[in-house]
């Protein structure tokens, strides 16, 4: 449920950034970026310290960042992301939207590179609890609204990775 709330609340930011962030100053808009900010180091912080002044997790935190950027580079997810966002540019009849790459790329890589994405789908895989995917919707909402006033309807198409990711974490695990 948590994965789909999300995906649920990254259409509704970018939607509605699309038709509402024309009406939000920049200053504004910076101001929502930082808060979000805030919001995740104390989250992370939390959610650090929690298990790793309870048991020490530290080196397999270590070893797992090192496994897992070396695995990135290996299959290429950067080019495979950028690839699906040109296939999506053209199926969604975006192909003269000069913003739509960059929008669905930042919007992308905003929503789904870290923490709570990987930590929250294993949560509501192995313990059936949503509440960290609850709390990223939220952050998420905010994100991609802010960055879909700016950016446009790329931003709207981050929830596809995002489900994937989470959806595949979650089941599997």
Request: some cysteine; glycine content about 12%; charged content about 10%.
């Amino acid at each position: 449920m948590g994965t789909i709330v999300n995906v649920g609340a990254i259409v509704l930011g970018g939607l509605g950034g699309m038709v509402l962030g024309k009406y939000l100053k920049d200053s504004t808009q910076q101001l929502l970026m930082k808060i979000n900010g805030v919001c995740v180091i104390f989250l992370s912080i939390q959610g650090a310290m929690e298990y790793m002044l309870k048991d020490s997790y530290t080196i397999m935190l270590i070893i797992s960042l090192a496994i897992g950027a070396v695995v990135g580079e290996w299959i290429d997810i950067e080019g495979a992301l950028e690839r699906f966002g040109s296939w999506l540019k053209q199926k969604t009849g975006n192909a003269k939207n000069k913003l739509f790459m960059e929008g669905f790329i930042t919007s992308t890589l905003t929503v789904c590179i870290g923490a709570m994405a990987i930590v929250g789908a294993l949560q509501d895989g192995l313990f059936h609890d949503p509440s960290t995917l609850y709390a990223k919707s939220l952050l998420d909402l905010i994100i991609v609204f802010v960055l879909s006033a700016s950016l446009g309807i790329g931003c709207l198409f981050s929830a596809i990775p995002v489900g994937i990711l989470q959806g595949t974490i979650m089941l599997f695990s």
